[in-house]
């Protein structure tokens, strides 16, 4: 049974460029959330798709804006890229159960963004 | 508000020791409670998690931890510490959001 995979593991941008980031989640899985996790710090988290929709969305700018297929899969997508923008990009699958966030998230390995 | 505190950035301990990494917390209604592992260059990884009933919750790797609703605290503990547990440890409550995070506490285990 695969777990939540990401691509790609790691990524080079400068200033400015776009990027997209990409997560299928774990089989059974239905509802994708990323986060962002910046250098010596927690995950950070961005949104939460479900239902080819955005559910919640944290404390983020619209630069942000992520993507729901009908097989679950997810994009993250973030334009004009600011230096500050390099971190580890988590995504994390689950199962949704009416709106309750008591199901467990279980984490892909990451995508590694840096800005130059 | 909600928030999340791991009072110890670095938690060192001896191979074979008890060990304990804190987690106090403050959530609006009744909170679930989740316990994560990072290793070097790599994603969370699951512990356990304390939604409702005892409060003595038992997961992976011989984990345990201790939901004390007075204390609004969710302290992580293992009764023998092995060096493979060397890693950062992130407590994370939810509520009426999403999974919220702090920066962690990193355990070192001394052979």
């Known amino acids: 049974d695969a777990g939540v995979t990401q691509s790609p593991t790691h990524l080079i941008k400068t200033r400015g460029q776009q990027v997209t980031l990409r997560c299928s989640p774990k089989s059974g899985h239905d509802t994708v959330s990323w986060y962002q996790q910046a250098l010596g710090q927690g995950p950070q988290f961005i949104f939460q798709?479900?239902?080819?929709?955005?559910?919640q969305r944290g404390n983020f700018p619209d630069r942000f804006s992520g993507h729901q297929f009908p097989n679950y899969s997810s994009e993250l997508n973030v334009n004009a890229l600011l230096l500050g923008d390099s971190a580890l990009y988590l995504c994390?699958?689950?199962?949704?159960?009416?709106?309750?966030?008591?199901?467990?998230?279980?984490f892909g390995p990451g995508t590694r963004l840096l800005v130059l | 508000a909600q928030s999340v505190a791991q009072p110890e950035d670095q938690v060192n301990v001896a191979e074979g020791n008890p060990l304990t990494v804190k987690c106090t917390y403050s959530v609006s209604g009744n909170p679930y409670l989740f316990w994560y592992v990072q290793y070097p260059n790599r994603g969370l990884q699951f512990l356990l998690k304390?939604?409702?009933?005892?409060?003595l919750v038992k997961g992976s790797y011989g984990f345990e931890a201790e939901f004390n609703k007075s204390q609004t605290s969710f302290h992580l503990k293992k009764p023998s510490a092995l060096v493979s547990d060397s890693a950062l440890y992130f407590c994370a409550p939810t509520g009426a959001n999403n999974l919220f995070f702090g920066t962690g506490t990193r355990l070192t285990v001394i052979p």
């Open positions: 994390a699958s689950s199962r949704k159960t009416g709106g309750r966030y008591q199901e467990t998230q279980y």
């Open positions: 304390y939604i409702t009933g005892d409060n």
């Open positions: 798709y479900y239902e080819e929709e955005e559910r």
